[in-house]
């Protein structure tokens, strides 16, 4: 049985195209597969704070001196790690903001890069400890990153899949919905041709 988490990280709660891209699949995918099931978390609706100095020190600290505070902000964490565990499959919708991701989703992968519990050190560098799990990302741009010119400045897949792959997450499927501000014809063609190769995966 699939349980699906699903992220979404756009500011747009109007007429995000990452978030109806990624709810669509979610949709189809769990009227497709009715013994699945899905926890959402909008990153918009219920954010994750910064990393700030209760979960450095919750983190860090001795587990046996941690203050109040920091148990609970260790507890945040602790519970969007349970998430990405009791996942199977998890989807990722999210624009490109500054080249990148929206600070939303960074907050969140603060919380939940964990060593010792999603990654260890090893002598041999680090080693990711989330296995088995695939994730699908619906990604959002005004221009195209995929090939072309400004291929350089896309720190918003490749990050995303580094990140992932770092935790363990290597089966990661893209799907790009390009040059959304490049003039109408372009945005709807990018949308069209995102929601034709969302309708073929076969997860
Ligand atoms: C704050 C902000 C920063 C953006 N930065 C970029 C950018 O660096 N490159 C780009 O191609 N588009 C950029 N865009 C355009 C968005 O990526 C585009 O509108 C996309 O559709 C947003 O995704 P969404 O529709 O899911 O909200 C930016 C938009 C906003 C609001």
Partial sequence: MTHILLLQSSSNLASSVSRDLAASYVKAYTAAHPDATVTERDLLAQPVPHLGVDLFGGMFGKPEALTEAQKAALAVSDSLVDEIEA?????????????????????????????????????????????????????????????????????????????????????????????????????????????????????
């Fill in 87 to 203: 996942a199977s499959l998890i989807v990722i919708g999210a624009p490109m903001y500054n080249f990148s991701i929206p600070s939303a989703l960074k907050a969140w992968i603060d919380h939940v890069i964990r060593a010792g519990r999603t990654f260890r050190y090893t002598e041999t560098g680090p080693q990711g400890l989330v296995h088995g799990k695939k994730a699908v990302l619906f990604l959002a741009s005004g221009g195209v990153y995929s090939d072309g010119p400004y291929k350089p400045y896309d720190f918003q897949e490749t990050y995303l899949r580094t990140i992932l792959g770092f935790i363990g997450i290597t089966d990661v499927t893209v799907v790009r919905a390009e040059g959304l501000a490049m003039g109408p014809e372009a945005a709807t063609k990018a949308v069209a041709d995102a929601r034709a190769r969302a309708a073929a995966l076969d997860l």
